[in-house]
């Protein structure tokens, strides 16, 4: 009686190890199709990838820093109008002041 007992516990420890092989399974599997149907439509959705939200990004900032930069140059050149200091293009003098 002894074997069958060892038997039995041994058949059911191998039964139980056979479906939790197979729960782990299913597991990747349905994990496998959800991921398919959620890029698909995230695809579907035209949504930007974070590469091309990074790239936007660096791009943004360096006009914003631009933009700050000729606002700057901007301001002198009206400030050195308003004084009658007159505006010179490169490669010219500026004209002389009465």
Known sequence: MAQTTNRFF???AR???DAA???DGVRREVETVVKGQIERIL???DIAKREEVEVLRDMV???REENEQLTLR???LESRL???GGVA?????SPPTP
């Open 10 to 12: 041994d058949d059911i």
């Open 15 to 17: 039964l139980m190890t």
């Open 21 to 23: 092989g197979a729960a």
């Open 43 to 45: 695809r579907d959705m």
């Open 61 to 63: 900032a360096a006009a």
């Open 74 to 76: 901007v301001k002198a």
């Open 82 to 84: 308003a004084t009658g």
């Open 89 to 93: 293009t490169p490669g010219s003098a």
